[in-house]
């Protein structure tokens, strides 16, 4: 356990919640299927980074969590690994009606990073992701959504509009994912944000990442995960 301990202490995470997993050294340690970890070995991802050494097993148990490090620590692997493991885990994904895993986040650019990393884990499952956001036709999204996937990458406001125009159905949906959520709040997506997390079974596995943690979305935070562990590495502002 002093071991444990050192090791955080070396990484500066801090972490909080009962029954906490305990953080991995290696990719292997994750249990990934050999699909997985050749598709992170083309990535060249040689070893996990700082928050992907605590946030993967934690993620893979099931537990919901907030997950606070700065940009460029490697946010997007520690949710989506556990993300195709999740999907490859469900008794019915042969169904196909609409994503099971739901990720947002605040802008295009953002969202089009977060689908070319998924594109590439995804593939050796053949899974199918989805990008939604606005400044591409409507249309030609709404046309890819009735095809199906397995995965969505979106900003709030065009994910809204497409559940309106009935382009998906969510009730397959069970892993969602906040992106960079304090920029989410900071561009006023707080409405959109909540109008889909109430659209997505409670029984969903939710994950909060972010930078910052401000009030406001320490207040949602609460509100929509359920008995979350808090990871946090390094210095962390507000
Ligand atoms: P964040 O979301 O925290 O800002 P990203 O997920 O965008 O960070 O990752 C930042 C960069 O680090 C990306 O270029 C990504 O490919 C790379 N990266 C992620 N995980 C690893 C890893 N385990 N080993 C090496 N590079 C990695
Ligand atoms: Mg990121």
Not at 21 to 35: A, E, L, W
Request: charged share 25%; glycine share 6%; hydrophobic share 40%.
């Amino acid at each position: 356990e002093q071991e444990v301990a050192d090791y955080m202490k070396n990484l500066a995470i801090r972490v909080s919640g009962f029954d906490v997993p305990r953080p991995i050294k290696n990719f292997v340690d994750c249990g990934f299927p050999v699909p997985l970890m050749n598709a992170i070995a083309k990535q060249g991802y040689e070893k996990p980074t700082t928050i992907q050494c605590q946030a993967l097993p934690i993620v893979l148990s099931g537990r919901d969590i907030i997950a606070i490090a700065k940009t460029g620590s490697g946010k997007t692997a520690a949710f989506v690994l556990p993300m195709i493991v999740h999907i490859m885990d469900q008794p019915e994904l042969e169904k196909e009606e609409g994503p099971i895993g739901v990720v947002c986040a605040p802008t295009r650019e953002l969202a089009h990073q977060i689908y070319l990393e998924a594109k590439k884990f995804a593939k050796p499952y053949n899974l199918r992701v989805a990008a939604v956001y606005g400044g591409v036709s409507k249309f030609d999204q709404f046309k890819e959504l009735k095809t199906g996937c397995e995965i969505v990458i979106a900003t709030p406001g065009r994910l809204i509009d497409l559940l309106k125009m009935k382009a998906l159905k969510m009730f397959r949906a069970t892993y969602l994912v906040l992106d960079e959520a304090d920029r989410m709040f900071d561009l006023g997506f707080e409405p959109q944000i909540r109008s889909i997390v109430g659209q997505i079974r409670p029984d969903r596995q939710t994950l909060l990442f972010s930078a910052t943690m401000p009030y406001k979305v320490e207040r949602l935070a609460r509100e929509i995960l359920t008995d979350p562990v808090r990871v946090t590495v390094g210095q962390v502002g507000s």
